[in-house]
């Protein structure tokens, strides 16, 4: 069965504080997203990553960066969170078409 | 820059109604569509995807492409209490990156 897991799942920071997703999955996908979902404007996609360091910005990159330094494995990172980075956070793998997406993280930057 | 609109963004419906979603996009060299369904504090899951004009039925759920008129639907037949969850359309044009739109939210009551 595919998995994509996301650690944590519910999240509270301080706005300036950095804070770390994580994402995994087990199925080998080369193809690895984050995106963010916010009420109303469906999933943005924030970064794109085709592999192992090889990373693209998404729609809304600004404010993020990501980390992929294993194939099972991509990292998203706030640098001195904001307020206006409060939001449901997913991530997706994908090995030709279809998307599998991991359950969220629930980020409250207070 | 793909555009995306889905109409309406809510609905209610009784049980056992049809139901009609719509989904419209700007760039007709889109190559692979979907409709995703995410119920309450889940994640998105994939539903229903085609790749060349025409229909697909899957058992209640009917998905039909017009490329040229830039339009993509999802129809659910007999509609059902468990189908209540937001809709999403989601489309590739080329390369990875994924485009959704901001999603219908269906209640279907009892």
Known sequence: DMKVTQMPRY???RMGENVLLECGQDMSHETMYWYRQDPGLGLQLIYISYDVDSNSEGDIPKGYRVSRKKREHFSLILDSAKTNQT???FC???LSREQYFGPGTRLTVL | QQNVQQSPESLIVPEGARTSLNCTFSDSASQYFW???QHSGKAP???MSIF???EKE???FTIHLNKASLHFSLHIRDSQPSDSALYLCALRTGGYKVVFG???RLLVSP
């Open chain 1, 11 to 13: 999240l509270i920071k």
């Open chain 2, 35 to 37: 409709w995703y369904r």
């Open chain 1, 87 to 89: 939001s449901v956070y």
């Open chain 2, 58 to 60: 899957e058992g209640r």
């Open chain 2, 52 to 54: 060349s004009n025409g």
């Open chain 2, 45 to 47: 899951k994939a539903l």
């Open chain 2, 102 to 104: 901001s999603g219908t």
């Open chain 1, 92 to 94: 997706a793998s994908s």
